[in-house]
């Protein structure tokens, strides 16, 4: 911030490009990071585990799920708030009240910048710990595969049992109609006959 007046500095914090609000979305590491990685602070990622500091949630500690660069907010697993309607949304809650505990390091760039100016043992520590979160990245993908399949399975059975049970009743239809159809014509067939009989056996006149 060049200005020391309150009302520029909020101006360039709203109007400010997104490659600068990205950097300031940034948290406090915990203590055993900060001697780890060397690194008071760093940009938060989606998949760090984090721990509310301030605020109603004070405590509470999950992974971020979501990160708001518009609004410069945070989203964490657990933390809701209830509408006026009675839906549950999560809270947006600012970076600066959070404290970072692990760091999600499957992305190689940050990686990178974590490795730049540490020993050659802190970088196998980092490089083990990105390959363990990767395996367990993969595994929650496939478990999540394996339940969107296993719901199509019930939702085709469903669609099976509903249409097994509709097809009867469409079959019962036509037979009514069929009879409604003959029962007028042996109704009209029935003065046709009396008609005929008429014609045959006329009146006999008188002889004058």
Same mark, same amino acid.
């Given at each position: 911030?060049?200005?020391?007046?309150?009302?520029?500095?909020?101006?360039?914090?709203?109007?400010?490009?997104?490659?600068?609000?990205?950097?300031?979305?940034?948290?406090?590491?915990?203590?055993? /990071?900060?001697?780890?990685?060397?690194?008071?602070?760093?940009?938060?990622?989606?998949?760090? &585990?984090?721990?509310?500091?301030?605020?109603?949630?004070?405590?509470?500690?999950?992974?971020?799920?979501?990160?708001?660069?518009?609004?410069?907010?945070?989203?964490?697993?657990?933390?809701? @708030?209830?509408?006026?309607?009675?839906?549950?949304?999560?809270?947006?809650?600012?970076?600066?009240?959070?404290?970072?505990?692990?760091?999600?390091?499957?992305?190689?760039?940050?990686?990178?910048?974590?490795?730049?100016? /540490?020993?050659? &043992?802190?970088?196998?520590?980092?490089?083990?710990?990105?390959? +363990?979160?990767?395996?367990?990245?993969?595994?929650?993908?496939?478990?999540?595969?394996?339940?969107?399949?296993?719901?199509?399975?019930?939702?085709?059975?469903?669609?099976?049992?509903?249409?097994? &049970?509709?097809?009867? /009743?469409?079959?019962?239809?036509?037979?009514?109609?069929?009879?409604?159809? @003959?029962?007028?014509? &042996?109704?009209?067939?029935?003065? +046709? +006959?009396?008609?005929?009989?008429?014609?045959?056996?006329?009146?006999?006149?008188?002889?004058?």
């Amino acid at each position: 911030m060049t200005s020391i007046k309150p009302r520029k500095q909020r101006y360039i914090l709203h109007n400010a490009p997104l490659h600068k609000k990205r950097k300031w979305i940034s948290s406090h590491l915990a203590e055993n /990071l900060l001697l780890k990685y060397d690194r008071r602070s760093l940009p938060v990622v989606k998949g760090d &585990t984090v721990k509310v500091m301030r605020g109603n949630y004070r405590g509470h500690e999950d992974k971020i799920s979501k990160v708001n660069v518009r609004d410069q907010t945070v989203e964490i697993e657990g933390a809701t @708030i209830t509408t006026a309607k009675g839906t549950k949304i999560a809270k947006p809650i600012h970076a600066s009240t959070l404290l970072i505990t692990k760091l999600n390091v499957t992305d190689k760039w940050r990686r990178r910048k974590l490795e730049s100016g /540490l020993s050659e &043992t802190a970088k196998k520590e980092i490089e083990k710990e990105a390959a +363990e979160q990767l395996k367990t990245l993969e595994a929650e993908k496939k478990a999540a595969e394996e339940a969107a399949r296993a719901e199509d399975a019930v939702k085709k059975a469903e669609e099976k049992q509903k249409e097994e &049970t509709q097809e009867p /009743l469409k079959e019962e239809k036509p037979t009514q109609t069929t009879e409604e159809i @003959i029962e007028p014509k &042996t109704e009209e067939e029935k003065p +046709e +006959e009396k008609i005929e009989k008429s014609d045959v056996e006329p009146p006999k006149k008188k002889p004058a």
